[in-house]
């Protein structure tokens, strides 16, 4: 059965320092990855997705993530934080035993200082 | 772009009363699902429907049903309210096939506080 762990529940950084949002998966063959972003009160928008091809995917909004599949890895990053990057962030996998259902992770907080 | 609008951002509703959730999708996608999302829990599927009039439980359907009977609309019932039903509701859909079957567009939530 396909898996995801976000490993930090929260993560604080200072505006303009870079970011990186850890998700690993479980997963037999070539997932299907994403990363969704959730402003407050405010339902899940697909950042970016990977689904074959070159292993470093640019999304919206100046993130981009990094598919390594020896790592089962498939990090978030963003060279420069800005105050409205503060949301939650969710990675999802799908394509598990055909389904076409995404699994995706419990979220990881980002809080941006000033 | 596609949309997804969910009938109320924000409902209250008393221990025992029948409520409904309604989504509805602007893109012709065959594929509609219903999450509830709780502080820790992440999303956790609990209906989906991949057809008119058909549909399948996810992982928490106990105290739930739901109803597609035109392709752009799929309600979320909860018979009989109760307090732990009390969470913030999310509406998605995808396409049927392909890649892009697994991209999911998702609805703006409603907030159901059961008191």
């Known amino acids: 059965a396909q898996s995801v762990t976000q490993p930090d529940i929260h993560i604080t950084v200072s505006e303009g320092a870079s970011l990186e949002l850890r998700c690993n998966y479980s997963?037999?063959?070539?997932?299907?990855l994403f990363w969704y972003v959730q402003s407050p009160g405010q339902g899940l928008q697909l950042l970016l997705k990977?689904?074959?091809?070159?292993?470093l995917v640019q999304g919206i909004k100046g993130f981009e993530a990094e598919f390594k599949r020896s790592q089962s890895s498939f990090n978030l990053r963003k060279p420069s934080v800005h105050w409205s990057d503060a949301a939650e962030y969710f990675c999802?996998?799908?394509?598990?035993?055909?389904?076409?259902?995404?699994?995706f992770g419990r979220g990881t907080s980002l809080i941006v200082h000033p | 772009d596609v949309k997804v609008t969910q009938s109320s951002r924000y409902l209250v509703k008393r221990t025992g009363e029948k409520v409904f959730l309604e989504c509805v999708q602007d893109m012709d996608h065959e594929n509609m699902f219903w999450y509830r999302q709780d502080p820790g829990l992440g999303l956790r599927l609990i209906y989906f429907s991949y057809d008119v009039k058909m549909k399948e439980k996810g992982d928490i359907p106990e105290g739930y049903s739901v109803s597609r009977e035109k392709k752009e609309r799929f309600s979320l019932i909860l018979e009989s309210a109760s307090t732990n039903q009390t969470s913030m509701y999310l509406c998605?859909?995808?396409?049927?096939?392909?890649?892009?079957?697994?991209?999911?567009?998702f609805g703006p939530g409603t907030r159901l506080t059961v008191t």
């Open positions: 999802a996998v799908a394509g598990g035993g055909g389904s076409y259902i995404p699994t």
């Open positions: 998605a859909s995808s396409f049927p096939s392909g890649p892009g079957e697994y991209e999911q567009y």
């Open positions: 997963y037999g063959a070539t997932p299907y």
């Open positions: 990977y689904f074959s091809g070159d292993t």
